[in-house]
């Protein structure tokens, strides 16, 4: 089922926490709203589920499946909600824990006992907590939990899921395995998610598209490969991975470096965004295009080469590059290098990193 917001305003007294928000859930996506602590993630989630209000300003709407949903009751929106803090009853098991949803329905909606062992079994084999039905929640790792609280979300048979930083919690190891989980999980049900984090790599991996937040505004919405290549500015270049600023100038079409980094009024003076990867390093200075640098530290346990420098500003520089690059030069600390940009993004407003 698609989600759609329009022109969500959030006030808290005169703090605007959220202000005219506009986004659309395609049907059976998974979304990762992306954004630091505070740019307004939560806000959005319990708007959408409505245990918030928003202001009631023109326009102003929630959709579900293109229908809106203002005012109707909490438990008639049918969310499915995993917060960060597993919020699992203590003194129910597992089994428990998942059916409790479906066990204090009454009336019509009530559920015979074999309906509702057959759908809470399924579950648990659907989060791969086959055998543990009977344990109880300190009985459990963190990534266990996790799997339960989800289990108890998708119980009800939600019409789409709300996730607010359910990893966030966990260590890094457990976290990069339950996000490739939720992944394959996602493909085979096909529920249409919302992802909250604040964690790029979570959700450049993890999602069909990203929606980037930052102090209660919508920076750029995409797939993982369009905000990651394509920021439409310096925030959301920064958040999404390390970047580099230089300064300088472009003349008969090759960046000069403003060495001296002092930021004139000079027009011609542009700022230049580039990637740690799209660096290269170079032992001489060819056609004196690169900057002069000195290696400050080489790191390299892990799938690739980090090296950082700092020109003669002492300004520092990071470079990521794979193995088989390092090893035609193997630069030791205290080299001096020339860094050399390889593909740079300008940005033509204010933004300081
Ligand atoms: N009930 C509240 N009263 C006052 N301020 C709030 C309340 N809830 C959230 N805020 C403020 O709104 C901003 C956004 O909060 P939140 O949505 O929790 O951000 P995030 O989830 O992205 O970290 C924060 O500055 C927070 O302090
Ligand atoms: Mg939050």
Do not use: C
């Amino acid at each position: 089922m698609s989600v759609e917001v329009r022109n969500i305003t959030k006030r808290f007294g005169n703090f605007t926490a959220l202000e005219n928000i506009n986004m659309l859930v395609p049907d059976g996506d998974l979304v990762a709203l992306l954004g630091p602590s505070g740019s307004g993630k939560t806000t959005l989630l319990r708007i959408i589920a409505g245990l918030e209000s928003f202001e009631p300003v023109d326009g102003a709407d929630i959709l579900f499946k293109g229908t809106s949903v203002v005012g109707n009751r909490i438990a008639e929106r049918r969310v499915g909600f995993v917060f960060q803090h597993y919020a699992l009853f203590r003194h129910h098991t597992v089994y428990g824990n998942i059916a409790f949803g479906l066990k204090v329905r009454h009336g019509k909606n009530r559920m015979p006992r074999k309906e509702i062992r057959e759908r809470v079994m399924n579950l648990i084999h659907l989060v791969q907590l086959d055998g543990l039905e009977s344990r109880y929640p300190d009985q459990l790792s963190g990534g266990q939990r996790q799997r339960v609280a989800l289990a108890r979300a998708l119980a009800i048979e939600p019409r789409f899921l709300l996730l607010d930083e359910p990893f966030g919690a966990l260590d890094a190891r457990v976290r990069q395995n339950l996000r490739r989980w939720l992944r394959r999980m996602h493909d085979e049900i096909k529920l249409t998610s919302i992802f909250v984090t604040h964690d790029q790599e979570e959700a450049l991996e993890l999602a069909d598209r990203v929606v980037v937040m930052n102090k209660g505004h919508v920076e750029q919405e995409g797939t993982p490969t369009e905000v990651f290549h394509n920021p439409k500015n310096a925030f959301v270049m920064d958040f999404l991975g390390n970047v580099n600023l230089f300064h300088g100038r472009i003349e008969s079409g090759r960046i000069l470096f403003d060495q001296t980094e002092i930021v004139t009024n000079d027009n011609n003076q542009t700022r230049f965004f580039v990637r740690p990867h799209e660096i290269e390093l170079l032992p001489e200075n060819i056609d004196n295009a690169g900057l002069p640098a000195k290696i400050s530290r080489v790191q390299l346990a892990g799938s690739i080469a980090k090296i950082e420098l700092t020109d003669n500003n002492n300004k520092e520089i990071f470079v990521e590059m794979s193995h088989d690059k390092y090893s035609v030069y193997k630069f030791q600390n205290g080299d001096s290098v020339f860094v050399l940009p390889k593909n740079s993004i300008v940005f033509p407003e204010d933004y300081s990193i």
